[in-house]
């Protein structure tokens, strides 16, 4: 075995591919999508603009944008396999991200009269514009709702809010939930689009590709962590307690969800975003007391992280910011991981397309640490 080689866990600081659709610098707190720093694209574009970007490489004109539009919004329907499969899974109480894993590896049945969606291109669509309809639907069937059928003459988003509400949502919950979207939509090689580019580099199938990017999201150090991050702020309950409560959990080793992140040594580019999209959102459309209360927080947890841990570099990161802004939209937080999902496949597909032009099966090499020359016994004699 060659002596010069080095086990990287994790694989970090391991550079296994090029790409143009998102870069982050976590020492200067930069993220670039599709060449635009996510601070100028995300509060800017609609959903369906972003996609296009990372997809073609370039934002698209009115033309390109009315018809990229319109193919998404005639491919947002479920087939009835998928919406049984929700009915059964609400009355397991089965959580809202395994059956998105499971009705993703379902589509490739088609619903009643629908054409074949056999190239790949169609396929990225069908995923891109389901997804919310599949995340939508068992929201309400497990609150014993009826799913809400998909508007075609709404937009991505206002569409997806719709599904989830049963009424045409306002612009400002538009915006809010549009930027969301735009700032996650990717971020580097981790580790859900890291799974996306393996399957898909063995020549397996798109929804492969995807149903396994879901499953390693699924994953609480992955997806996990926007739910939790404002439980602190609902405890803490008003800005008087903040102080004594966060300096007894700090002392307790306890950890600050929403703050931190392995990358980023600085603030979290898409915090920034999230904080004025939120400050927007709750200013017009939620109870500002609350965003008051959660940015008091905040500065409390920051101050008491520089004296407790220097160093350390702990600043807020896109978690926190999540949560208070899909909290001020009325989202569960059992929907946050798959809403960040509906989101995020888009980026998924986007590396699969990349991975595909530029193909070599990604195959790493491991360190073999066993033992060696054992010596076969017979079963009678062990």
């Known amino acids: 075995m060659a002596t010069d080689r080095i086990a990287r866990p994790g694989l970090d ?11 982050v610098d976590g020492e200067a707190g930069e993220l670039i999508i599709g060449g635009f720093p996510v601070e ?3 509060n800017r574009a609609t959903f369906e603009e972003t996609v296009y970007l990372l997809w073609h490489g370039a934002l698209p004109d009115a033309r390109q944008l009315a018809q990229f539009c319109q193919a998404l919004a005639a491919r947002r329907s479920c087939s009835a396999e998928i919406l049984r499969v929700l ?13 998105l894993r499971m009705a993703a590896s379902m589509l490739t049945l088609r619903s009643a009269g629908e054409s074949p969606d056999d190239d790949t291109a169609s396929v990225a669509l069908k995923l891109v514009a389901v997804f919310p309809t599949i995340v939508a639907a068992y929201a309400r069937v497990l609150d014993g709702a009826e799913p809400v059928s998909p508007r075609a ?3 991505h988003v206002a569409n997806y809010l719709y599904m989830l509400f049963g009424k045409v949502p306002g612009p400002e919950r538009v915006r809010a939930l549009e930027t969301y979207l735009n700032t996650v939509v990717d971020h580097g090689l981790n580790a859900s689009t890291f799974t996306a580019r393996v399957i898909i580099s063995t020549q397996s199938d798109l929804i492969s590709a995807i149903v396994g990017a879901v499953g390693a999201l699924k994953g609480p150090l992955h997806g996990g962590a926007p739910g939790p991050a404002l439980d602190m702020v609902f405890e803490i309950g008003e800005a008087g307690r903040a102080e004594a409560v966060l300096r007894e959990k700090i002392e307790r080793s306890e950890r600050f969800m929403g703050f931190g992140h392995r990358v980023y040594r600085v603030r979290d580019p898409r915090a920034n975003v999230l904080a004025k999209a939120a400050e927007r959102l709750y200013a017009t459309e939620a109870d500002m007391k609350f965003y008051e209360l959660a940015r008091h927080v905040e500065r409390v947890i920051l101050r008491l992280l520089d004296e407790y841990k220097p160093g350390r570099k702990l600043q807020t990161n896109v978690e926190f910011y999540t949560a208070l802004l899909l909290h001020g939209l009325e989202l569960p937080t059992d929907l946050f991981t798959p809403t960040f999902a509906v989101s995020r496949v888009a980026g998924w597909i986007a590396h699969c397309f990349e991975q595909q032009k530029q193909n070599r099966l990604i195959r790493p090499d491991s360190e073999y640490t066993g033992e060696k020359n054992r010596r076969w016994v017979a079963t009678a004699e062990r």
């Open 153 to 155: 003459d709404l937009s």
């Open 87 to 99: 009915q059964v899974a609400a009355r397991q109480k089965i959580p809202a991200m395994a059956v």
């Open 13 to 23: 600081g391991v550079i296994v591919a090029e790409t143009r659709l998102s870069g």
């Open 40 to 42: 100028d694209l995300a």
